[in-house]
């Protein structure tokens, strides 16, 4: 199938901005709690949508005294928190443009997006913030304001104290100029390839999108019939993935609360406590609580019935799956009895790591793979994964609820269109669809055609539109021997045994493929101490043999996917894993092949040696 259409769900025709539904929603509702927002203690505190109101007008008051209009552009720097969301809708309401940068941004990667978006003022989280701008401050002439949320009493308190005297009706006078095609705001790209590039994203992207995605999933949002609708976004605020959550939960009223680190140190006690309904994440986070979990059942001896569990929950849900697509008659009486056995002594644990209530998550931002879907939906999770990109304002794919085809990123969301064209390249069509790159006209005409979105990804549409991404067009290997390969699906493959954090594919211009890999030291550490072994320093863990072989296992079982030409042939353990602040990942944590091909180019040259 070469194009595939879904139709628009119904939706309010659009008016006005994204800040409206603060002010909607307080009227309406003014006592629906909205927020649920950490206090000091650590305790969760309800926000309701007055009191959301009265904080968003406030803060724009403050915003107005101290210099910001209509179309300025104000950067965010920081981690997930309450406060960006705030200053977001804030911004909003006056018709200005918060630039989100990531709180881990260099101070090179900084100057160059504050001075491409010519920003007038920023918002930053803490020291290490403002000395990172402080650092080229020079450089950007436009640059007029500076406020840290964590200073003193916090930009906060300091921003509403300077706008009290300031009439409400400036805000409104702002508020009602802004249009469905304003510019909302300015999203980076990661810079995989080079410089980040400014996505221009309208209001009218995100309650396209906005409407299109709670029209057709809101029954999941809830763990059950009737009870309130929760999550906590842990995604940072700088993607588009975390931001169109956030957009998504304020302008249909799902509570939100915030969370700012992605370490299951961290995560795993805020999603006990705050305990979302369902939640939004990347494969990663699915990957360590499924590996926690196993790690956990090793450790108290029951590794063997964990794995049982596991193949009976794939086998329940590859059963149920057939019978959707009308494929089979579901799980026989003896399988049904299997899993019900291990409802209470595996599943209901898996769950109880992401809060206990969730019953439906969303994936995105990588590929996840199929088996692992699988477990979590025979566990009692079902896991919608999707696809999209910046320029399409986040998600322009995702399964649909009640026939969800894991392995896939499932159908154009409503009101889109997917093509694959002659290439095998993606392009997409709706009113997600960003209007250009900032002042890069030439960038955008590559990629713009009469509406027309091309991704850069390779993929293929299966005969009832549901779509499976393949790999990047500007990632195709090419050997000495004029085979061409595809990476991410041999990646990906590498990376689902539980001790590999990262793996690279090589081979452009070589005799055949090979690959660099990158150990999990926390499975590591529990795999050597189940053996009674101590832990090994980085320099002899990669010489281990026995690391080498079930490094083998993987690439072997990856191997399977691929014909001989298009296989790994051999491979390099490297005793780091590759991070961002060696500049070999972006934020958003993908990898920077050039980058990483660059830096370790003594081992990829030992590979073909």
Same mark, same amino acid.
């Given at each position: 199938?070469?194009?595939?259409?879904?139709?628009?769900?119904?939706?309010?025709?659009?008016?006005?901005?994204?800040?409206?539904?603060?002010?909607?929603?307080? /009227?309406?509702?003014?006592?629906?709690?909205?927020?649920?927002?950490?206090?000091?203690?650590?305790?969760?505190?309800?926000? &309701?949508?007055?009191?959301?109101?009265?904080?968003?007008?406030?803060?724009?008051?403050?915003?107005?005294?101290?210099?910001?209009?209509?179309?300025? *552009?104000?950067?965010?720097?920081?981690?997930?928190?309450?406060?960006?969301?705030?200053?977001?809708?804030?911004?909003?309401?006056?018709?200005?443009?918060?630039?989100?940068?990531?709180?881990?941004?260099?101070?090179?990667?900084?100057?160059?997006?504050?001075?491409?978006?010519?920003?007038?003022?920023?918002?930053?989280?803490?020291?290490?913030?403002?000395?990172?701008?402080?650092?080229v401050i020079d450089r950007l002439p436009l640059l007029r304001r500076l406020w840290q949320l964590d200073a003193g009493e916090g930009a906060v308190a300091e921003l509403m104290a300077a706008g009290a005297?300031?009439?409400?009706?400036?805000?409104?006078?702002?508020?009602?100029?802004?249009?469905?095609e304003s510019v909302a705001t300015i999203i980076y790209t990661s810079g995989t390839t080079g410089r980040p590039k400014g996505c221009v994203i309208t209001h009218s992207n995100f309650m396209f999108e906005?409407?299109?995605?709670?029209?057709?999933?809101?029954?999941?949002? =809830?763990?059950?019939?009737?009870?309130?609708?929760?999550?906590?976004?842990?995604?940072?605020?700088? =993607?588009?993935?975390?931001?169109?959550?956030?957009?998504?939960?304020?302008?249909?009223?799902?509570?939100?609360?915030?969370?700012?680190?992605?370490?299951?140190?961290?995560?795993?006690?805020?999603?006990?406590?705050?305990?979302?309904?369902?939640?939004?994440?990347?494969?990663?986070?699915?990957?360590?609580?499924? =590996?926690?979990? *196993?790690?956990?059942?090793?450790?108290?001896?029951?590794?063997?019935?964990?794995?049982?569990?596991?193949?009976?929950?794939?086998?329940?849900?590859?059963?149920?799956?057939?019978?959707?697509?009308?494929?089979?008659?579901?799980?026989?009486?003896?399988?049904?009895?299997?899993?019900?056995?291990?409802?209470?002594?595996?599943?209901?644990?898996?769950?109880?790591?992401?809060?206990?209530?969730?019953? =439906?998550?969303?994936?995105?931002?990588?590929?996840?793979?199929?088996?692992? +879907?699988?477990?979590?939906?025979?566990?009692?999770?079902?896991?919608?994964?999707?696809?999209?990109?910046?320029?399409?304002?986040?998600?322009?794919?995702?399964?649909?609820?009640?026939? &969800?085809?894991?392995?896939?990123?499932?159908?154009?969301?409503p009101g889109t269109t997917v093509h694959i064209a002659e290439d095998g390249e993606v392009w997409l069509h709706g009113g997600h669809i960003f209007s250009g790159y900032l002042n890069n006209p030439q960038?955008?005409?590559?990629?713009?055609?009469?509406?027309?979105?091309?991704?850069?990804?390779?993929?293929?549409?299966? /005969?009832? +539109?549901?779509?499976?991404?393949?790999?990047?067009?500007?990632?195709?290997?090419? &050997?000495?021997?004029?085979?061409?390969?595809?990476?991410?699906?041999?990646?990906? *493959?590498?990376?689902?045994?539980?001790?590999?954090?990262?793996?690279?594919?090589?081979?452009?211009?070589?005799?055949?493929?090979?690959?660099?890999?990158?150990?999990?030291?926390?499975?590591?550490?529990?795999?050597?101490?189940?053996?009674?072994?101590?832990?090994?320093?980085?320099?002899?863990?990669?010489?281990?043999?026995?690391?080498?072989?079930?490094?083998?296992?993987?690439?072997?079982?990856?191997? &399977?996917?691929?014909?001989?030409?298009?296989?790994?042939?051999?491979?390099?353990?490297?005793?780091?894993?590759?991070?961002?602040?060696?500049?070999?990942?972006?934020?958003?944590?993908?990898?920077?092949?050039?980058?990483?091909?660059?830096?370790?180019?003594?081992?990829?040259?030992?590979?073909?040696?």
């Amino acid at each position: 199938m070469r194009e595939f259409t879904v139709p628009p769900v119904e939706a309010a025709p659009q008016v006005g901005g994204l800040a409206d539904a603060v002010f909607d929603h307080a /009227e309406k509702t003014p006592d629906r709690v909205t927020f649920g927002r950490k206090d000091a203690s650590g305790r969760w505190r309800d926000v &309701t949508s007055a009191q959301f109101r009265d904080e968003v007008l406030a803060l724009a008051k403050g915003l107005i005294a101290h210099g910001v209009r209509f179309g300025d *552009r104000v950067a965010i720097m920081a981690r997930t928190r309450y406060e960006w969301t705030l200053f977001d809708f804030a911004l909003w309401t006056l018709g200005a443009q918060p630039v989100p940068i990531y709180a881990t941004s260099s101070a090179d990667q900084v100057h160059w997006m504050l001075h491409d978006a010519e920003v007038t003022a920023c918002v930053v989280e803490h020291e290490d913030h403002a000395m990172t701008i402080g650092s080229v401050i020079d450089r950007l002439p436009l640059l007029r304001r500076l406020w840290q949320l964590d200073a003193g009493e916090g930009a906060v308190a300091e921003l509403m104290a300077a706008g009290a005297e300031i009439d409400e009706d400036v805000v409104h006078r702002h508020r009602r100029a802004v249009t469905p095609e304003s510019v909302a705001t300015i999203i980076y790209t990661s810079g995989t390839t080079g410089r980040p590039k400014g996505c221009v994203i309208t209001h009218s992207n995100f309650m396209f999108e906005a409407d299109m995605l709670v029209g057709r999933w809101e029954p999941v949002f =809830h763990s059950q019939p009737g009870d309130e609708a929760s999550t906590l976004l842990f995604l940072p605020l700088a =993607h588009v993935f975390g931001r169109m959550v956030e957009v998504a939960a304020v302008l249909s009223g799902v509570k939100l609360g915030h969370q700012p680190a992605l370490a299951a140190s961290a995560l795993l006690p805020d999603l006990a406590s705050f305990r979302p309904t369902f939640v939004l994440a990347v494969p990663y986070v699915f990957e360590k609580v499924f =590996h926690a979990a *196993r790690r956990k059942a090793e450790s108290e001896g029951r590794a063997g019935p964990f794995d049982k569990a596991v193949e009976v929950a794939v086998r329940y849900a590859e059963a149920m799956e057939h019978k959707a697509f009308g494929l089979g008659p579901g799980p026989s009486a003896a399988l049904r009895v299997q899993h019900q056995f291990f409802e209470k002594v595996v599943y209901g644990k898996v769950r109880d790591a992401l809060g206990g209530r969730v019953r =439906h998550a969303m994936s995105g931002g990588s590929g996840m793979d199929r088996r692992l +879907g699988l477990f979590f939906e025979g566990a009692g999770v079902t896991v919608f994964e999707g696809y999209g990109l910046t320029e399409s304002s986040a998600a322009a794919t995702a399964n649909p609820p009640e026939r &969800t085809k894991y392995g896939t990123v499932g159908q154009p969301i409503p009101g889109t269109t997917v093509h694959i064209a002659e290439d095998g390249e993606v392009w997409l069509h709706g009113g997600h669809i960003f209007s250009g790159y900032l002042n890069n006209p030439q960038a955008t005409d590559a990629v713009l055609n009469d509406g027309w979105l091309a991704t850069g990804d390779l993929g293929m549409l299966d /005969e009832e +539109g549901y779509l499976t991404i393949t790999g990047r067009k500007k990632e195709i290997l090419v &050997t000495s021997g004029g085979k061409s390969v595809s990476p991410a699906a041999l990646e990906e *493959r590498v990376r689902s045994h539980p001790l590999i954090a990262q793996c690279i594919v090589v081979g452009n211009d070589r005799p055949y493929i090979a690959a660099l890999v990158t150990m999990d030291q926390e499975a590591v550490e529990h795999w050597l101490a189940m053996q009674g072994r101590a832990p090994l320093p980085p320099a002899e863990l990669v010489r281990d043999p026995s690391l080498e072989t079930e490094i083998r296992r993987a690439v072997v079982a990856a191997n &399977t996917l691929v014909s001989q030409a298009e296989s790994i042939r051999t491979f390099r353990i490297l005793a780091h894993p590759f991070s961002e602040e060696h500049g070999l990942l972006t934020p958003s944590l993908k990898l920077k092949r050039k980058a990483i091909e660059k830096a370790y180019a003594v081992e990829v040259e030992a590979l073909y040696g």
